[in-house]
């Protein structure tokens, strides 16, 4: 099978959230199923464009029409394709080259995505790969569906077109004048790209695809309802029929506590208990935390942001640190009010707290294989990948039960049976403390309990394989409709 993956960012090339690790993986994955030939489409930036570890050559050059302008598309193509995924980067100096820092929150980011989506597809037509699928991700890619239910593009009459919501609270918006002046669609196509007044490219998307995917099962059955779908509740109740979520996977020979290099000891799941104590006594040394082998260790790798729970950390952890015998470490950035907060409780309990506020994948790794618990209370999660990561090296997560939370980490019994992690039901701060306790209580009481939780927890396969199998059935299901 002939797939077309187009995205707005792809690791290792550029990546700011989780769809750049979907984006390294899944193609990857796709490409191993035999009989397919898989091609990545991502924008050609400024950072990708200086970075002299990517080898890229020239194929041709064409142009876009976007509205009333006629833009460059440089067509390039990666030297040293990876895992048999071959790479094409589309080029144009103003939209992308040229513009340093973070990849997203120019003004012009409609502009320029609607560009990035027709010159996918001119370009797939150049190079003469006419896919059977494209699947395409989040708003950056959303209108690709609609110009191909609108038959801007005769050259796929067969091509199927699947669009999948990595995360729903980004839409594409864009003010009423969008639609003339930059997308030129037929008439007949604006109420689908209508919404509240404005333009809203993912309810496009979500209209004209043939499928419509997210990052887990649990989150897909969520979006039905306001409190998650942050105002697209209708839009894809309307759409269920074709609605359908298959839950992420990680990419495991990155995240394996046996061959990792960025950690001091390498254990597996049937032999990890000195390993896994020295990662823990490395670690704690790191960031100046006493070395205290029976004190669990709490950890939290994240975005620094209000939906990743954090205030309900933010209430709890006095509570915790004066009740229960625990060390807390925190790693991320984001805003500003969450990384005050945990400084400033890192100076009130020097012994027993470290936040380190930067971006650190190298320290993100140690934490996962030297942590005991692994904290992440999220409103809300599409899928989440640190909780597989966490498991993966034998670190127990205690979570909210919601989205790919839910899915991944089914509920164990206070003595660490019948699950692989401790839940909380409902959002609030004293659950979530409750989920804690019970967690270090399994620790601090029954540690061979709390190993056979954590040898449970590494013996999951949280590999892209079985993920994969499942597009494919989709794109099979999509191909014979």
Not at 416 to 438: I, K, P, Q, V
């Amino acid at each position: 099978m002939r797939i077309a993956i187009l995205a707005s960012e792809g690791a290792p090339y550029v990546k700011s959230g989780g769809l750049g690790d979907v984006m390294e993986a899944l193609p990857s994955a796709l490409s191993r199923i035999p009989g397919n030939e898989v091609v990545l489409m991502l924008p050609y930036y400024k950072k990708i464009r200086e970075d002299s570890r990517y080898a890229v050559e020239f194929v041709t050059n064409i142009t876009v029409k976007l509205g009333w302008r006629r833009q460059y598309c440089g067509i390039l193509r990666l030297k040293n394709p990876r895992d048999g995924v071959q790479v094409y980067f589309i080029d144009n100096l103003y939209y992308f080259g040229d513009r340093a820092g973070a990849i997203y929150g120019a003004l012009d980011d409609g502009e320029r995505f609607a560009f990035f989506s027709k010159a996918c597809l001119d370009s797939l037509i150049t190079i003469g790969f006419i896919p059977h699928v494209i699947q395409c991700n989040d708003w950056q890619t959303a209108l690709v569906p609609t110009y191909l239910a609108a038959e801007y593009y005769p050259n796929f009459p067969g091509t199927k077109c699947m669009f999948t919501i990595h995360n729903v609270e980004y839409q594409g918006w864009a003010d009423s004048y969008f639609f003339d002046d930059v997308l030129a669609l037929p008439w007949e196509y604006r109420p689908c790209l209508e919404k509240d007044g404005a333009v809203n490219v993912m309810k496009a998307a979500v209209e004209t695809a043939h499928l419509v995917t997210t990052v887990s099962e649990t989150y897909s059955r969520q979006l039905m309802y306001a409190y998650y779908a942050h105002g697209m509740e209708k839009v894809l109740a309307d759409a269920a029929w074709k609605l359908t979520g298959i839950t992420n996977g990680i990419d495991v020979n990155t995240f394996n506590p046996e061959t990792d290099a960025a950690i001091p000891a390498h254990y597996n799941a049937e032999s990890f208990r000195e390993g896994k104590a020295a990662c823990k006594a490395a670690l704690q040394q790191e960031v100046g935390l006493p070395q205290k082998a029976d004190t669990p260790l709490l950890v939290m790798v994240t975005r620094l942001a209000g939906h990743k729970g954090l205030d309900l950390l933010c209430y709890i952890a006095r509570r915790l640190l004066e009740q229960r015998d625990c060390q807390i470490l925190i790693l991320g950035t984001g805003e500003k009010q969450f990384e005050k907060f945990f400084a400033d409780l890192a100076a009130e309990f020097p012994q027993r707290v470290a936040a380190k506020i930067s971006f650190d994948l190298g320290l993100a790794a140690r934490i996962y294989a030297g942590g005991d618990i692994y904290m992440m209370p999220s409103k809300s999660e599409p899928c989440g990948l640190s909780q597989m990561n966490a498991m993966r090296y034998g670190t127990v997560p205690v979570v909210h039960a919601t989205g790919g939370l839910k899915d991944t980490v089914p509920g164990c019994d206070e003595k660490g049976e019948g699950g692989l992690g401790f839940t909380f039901e409902s959002y609030n701060a004293d659950d979530f403390y409750g989920a804690l306790c019970r967690c270090i209580d399994l620790y601090a009481g029954d540690r061979d309990g709390f190993c056979r939780l954590q040898k449970r927890c590494m013996e999951q396969d949280f590999s892209w394989d079985k993920p994969a199998q499942k597009y494919m059935q989709l794109f099979q299901k999509m191909l014979t409709q």
